[in-house]
Each structure stands twice: as structure tokens, then as C-alpha cells.
């Protein structure tokens, strides 16, 4: 066994390195080209996101979404605290203004309980982060939404191949419910391309302008599939296709997604079975509702306290294995508290200080899973 288990490490498949030798033999090695293609077609057979571009980041995406609902001063977005940095920056940079929303106080999504009240005239869209991959309740915010004329936009970076169910029994993948979903393919995410990310694009009227945006503000699109002899400048846009190498890489790793799933999901099961006597000292295990699949994007716990999570994790790291806490709540960071206002938020808080995460990726070992849950065991019986 390794003397040291790393909270995560990319596992590399094999046809990462075919592909990518492929792409620059294929001598084109910007976007847009022959890979990237491949990925996109795989999202729209396997998960019926029928328009949907490749980014170079999910903070990208995020940002394009923030162009494409031509978001800017005077609107209000209305996103979780307990979230990544960019799903706040994307809304930001355009000049909106962010209200942050309570986590559940058992599940570390929004509370769509706690949404209407922050509604204001100038609220124009809300932003459900599906955390560690696990949906937010989207009937009761998509009926907000609709009530109030807003947007929603899905923040599904953490949610590759998970769905949602609502009463009536249909399933949708995450990402395709709101009028626009993200993806990421950062190396922590279940599938990686190092950096990259997903933008789908559910409402039909916004597809044109958003190959527009994609392309710097051109129809170069059209141009390229032969509709006009030169492209023009149409829009506000940038630069958000990922180089085809990178989409070689990615694809090599879609190809895999069974395998990567069956593996995280066995990781993520083994540990909620042998950790369920923790909640007898009052750490807690994570809660999948009845509306949410599960894509073992993350394994966590949630302690009793910071200075237990503090002490559970020096533990396990004086034992070689790592863990991580995860988002600071961004109505507090150095960033945003003097210009915060509103409620406390007090379950975003308790996640910042007493969640932790567990190691889970492709390269950890059955002896080494054993280890880690052996060890939790010993420290914390
Ligand atoms: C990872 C993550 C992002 C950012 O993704 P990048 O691809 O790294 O830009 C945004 N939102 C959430 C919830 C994330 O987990």
C-alpha cells in the first residue's frame, strides 16, 4: 500500500494520449474542431442536452450564461453562499448584484424555502448549485421562477450523469432543467479534462445567440458550416472553446464514464454502510432526497463542530490519508462581509466550518479504502 492516500488524483484511462496525438496530427488544434464535436454529440445522445458548447472552464460557462441572459447592473442573482467563488464572480464581473441564500439545514444545497424572500423587483435569475452533485429541489424553484418571470440557472459542475425525479416520476439530467446548465471538468470533478467546462442551452430562443457569443461575438459558426462566404461581429462575446486537444482528452474520459461511475458510486457506498455509527456521536452522513440521484461526486461528513473537524482531520492526516474541508461561505469571505448585509446563514456557515470530505477517485485501492475506513473507525469509536 502507498504510504500516502491523496484526496484525489486523475486516473488516466489510456485513450487520452491516442487522442490527443490525433488531434495534432489532425493539424487542427484550435476549437471548435473534430473532438470537440465528439463531446458535444455525446452529451446530446446521452443526455439529451441538445444545444450544448464546450468551454474552457465551467467558470466560463458561468460567465457566458451571465452574457447570453444579458445580465448586468441593476439585476439581482440570487445563489447559495455556500458555493464556488466563480458561480458569484460570473454574475459579478457583469456588473449584477449577488444575494446570497441559506444552505438546507440538512443538505448543504439552497433552501428553496428560503428563496422567495429575497425576491426584489430586480431579481433576474436564480442560480441552484447542485452540491456534491446532488440536486436541488428544481420543482419548487422552477414554480419560484416561473411565479416571479425569472431565470434559472443550473450550476451543475459537481453533477456530471446525475438526475433529478420530480412527483410525477419524470427524470431529467441535471443541467438540463433551467433555461441554461454548466458543467466542469476540473481535475476535482468526476470527469476531467484538466480545465474545461459545458454550457447547454435549454430554451431554443437563446441557441443562436449563444453560438454567437461562443465565437467572440461571430457567426463564424455559420461560416464554417458554409452558410455565409465571411463571418461578422454580431454581439458582445469571447473566446469560450476549448482547444481540440483538450477536447481529445475529454473525450477519452467520456468514453469511460461507466467505468469512472461504477467505481465512485462502489467508493461512496462502502463508506456511507461502514461510517452510518458516526451519527451516534453526532457527526452526520450525507442526505440524498427522494428527488435526487446520487453521482458519488463527493463523500462527506459534517461533525459536530470546527474544532472536531480540525482534530479528525490532523488524525487522519498523521495516518497519511487526506482530506478536505470545502466551500468558505462567501457572504463571509474577506471579499463580500463588509458589504453583506442580510441574514446570517447559519447552515452555509455550519458547512464551511464542520464538513469533510473523503477521498474518492479511481486510483484508491480496496485495501486502501479499507485502511481509511479502519482508520475513521479507530478515531472516532
Ligand atoms: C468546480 C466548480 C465550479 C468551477 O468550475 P471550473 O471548471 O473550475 O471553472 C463552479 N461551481 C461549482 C459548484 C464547482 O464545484
Not at 474545461?196 to 465565437?215: M, S, V
Not at 468514453?255 to 461511475?261: A, G, M, R
Given at each position: 500500500m502507498s504510504l500516502k492516500i491523496d484526496f484525489n488524483r486523475t486516473y488516466i484511462h489510456g485513450n487520452e494520449y491516442d487522442y490527443i496525438q490525433e488531434a495534432l496530427k489532425n493539424g487542427n488544434i484550435s476549437g471548435n474542431g473534430f473532438f470537440t464535436k465528439k463531446c458535444q454529440d455525446f452529451f446530446s445522445n446521452r443526455y439529451d442536452f441538445k444545444n450544448n458548447f464546450l468551454t474552457t472552464s465551467c467558470t466560463d460557462a458561468l460567465e457566458m450564461s451571465s452574457l447570453l441572459l444579458d445580465i448586468g447592473k441593476g439585476d439581482e442573482i440570487i445563489i447559495p453562499s455556500f458555493t464556488s467563488v466563480s458561480t458569484a464572480n460570473a454574475f459579478l464581473i457583469s456588473g449584477a448584484s449577488i444575494v446570497f441564500c441559506d444552505s438546507k439545514a440538512n443538505h448543504p444545497n439552497i433552501d428553496e424555502k428560503k428563496i422567495s424572500n429575497l425576491i426584489t423587483k430586480k431579481t433576474k435569475a436564480i442560480v441552484a448549485v447542485h452540491y456534491a452533485g446532488i440536486a436541488c429541489h428544481m420543482?419548487?424553484?422552477?414554480?419560484?421562477?416561473?411565479?416571479?418571470?425569472?431565470?434559472?440557472?443550473?450550476?451543475?459542475?459537481?453533477?456530471?450523469?446525475?438526475?433529478?425525479?420530480?412527483?410525477?416520476?419524470?427524470?431529467?439530467?441535471?443541467?438540463?432543467?433551467?433555461?441554461?446548465?454548466?458543467?466542469?471538468?476540473?481535475?476535482?470533478?468526476?470527469?476531467?479534462?484538466?480545465?474545461?467546462?459545458?454550457?447547454?442551452?435549454?430554451?431554443?430562443?437563446?441557441?443562436?445567440?449563444?453560438?454567437?457569443?461562443?465565437?467572440?461575438?461571430?457567426?463564424?459558426?455559420?461560416?464554417?458550416?458554409?452558410?455565409?462566404?465571411?463571418?461578422?461581429?454580431?454581439?458582445?462575446?469571447?473566446?469560450?472553446?476549448?482547444?481540440?486537444?483538450?477536447?481529445?482528452?475529454?473525450?477519452?474520459?467520456?468514453?469511460?464514464?461507466?467505468?469512472?461511475?461504477?467505481?465512485?458510486?462502489?467508493?461512496?457506498?462502502?463508506?456511507?454502510?461502514?461510517?452510518?455509527?458516526?451519527?451516534?456521536?453526532?457527526?452526520?452522513?450525507?442526505?440524498?432526497?427522494?428527488?435526487?440521484?446520487?453521482?458519488?461526486?463527493?463523500?462527506?461528513?459534517?461533525?459536530?463542530?470546527?474544532?472536531?473537524?480540525?482534530?479528525?482531520?490532523?488524525?487522519?492526516?498523521?495516518?497519511?490519508?487526506?482530506?478536505?474541508?470545502?466551500?468558505?461561505?462567501?457572504?463571509?469571505s474577506p471579499y463580500f462581509c463588509n458589504k453583506y448585509s442580510g441574514d446570517e446563514l447559519s447552515n452555509s456557515v455550519k458547512f464551511s466550518d464542520c464538513l469533510i470530505r473523503l477521498p474518492i477517485h479511481l486510483n484508491i485501492k480496496d485495501e486502501e479504502l479499507s485502511y481509511i475506513i479502519k482508520s475513521i473507525k479507530k478515531i472516532l469509536k
Open positions: 420543482e419548487e424553484i422552477q414554480a419560484i421562477a416561473r411565479k416571479h418571470k425569472l431565470y434559472v440557472i443550473e450550476d451543475a459542475a459537481q453533477s456530471i450523469n446525475n438526475f433529478h425525479i420530480s412527483k410525477n416520476g419524470d427524470i431529467r439530467f441535471l443541467g438540463s432543467i433551467g433555461q441554461i446548465g454548466v458543467l466542469s471538468f476540473h481535475e476535482t470533478k468526476n470527469i476531467t479534462s484538466g480545465e474545461g467546462g459545458l454550457i447547454i442551452i435549454n430554451d431554443n430562443g437563446l441557441t443562436k445567440k449563444a453560438e454567437i457569443i461562443w465565437e467572440k461575438g461571430t457567426n463564424r459558426i455559420d461560416f464554417l458550416k458554409g452558410k455565409v462566404d465571411t463571418y461578422e461581429w454580431f454581439n458582445k462575446g469571447s473566446s469560450y472553446p476549448p482547444s481540440d486537444i483538450i477536447a481529445a482528452l475529454l473525450y477519452a474520459q467520456l468514453e469511460n464514464i461507466d467505468i469512472i461511475q461504477e467505481k465512485r458510486s462502489y467508493i461512496w457506498q462502502k463508506y456511507y454502510e461502514e461510517l452510518k455509527f458516526v451519527e451516534k456521536n453526532g457527526f452526520s452522513l450525507p442526505v440524498v432526497p427522494e428527488y435526487s440521484g446520487n453521482n458519488a461526486h463527493t463523500f462527506y461528513m459534517v461533525c459536530p463542530s470546527k474544532e472536531e473537524r480540525t482534530k479528525l482531520m490532523h488524525n487522519l492526516r498523521t495516518k497519511h490519508i487526506h482530506t478536505a474541508f470545502h466551500f468558505q461561505s462567501l457572504h463571509k
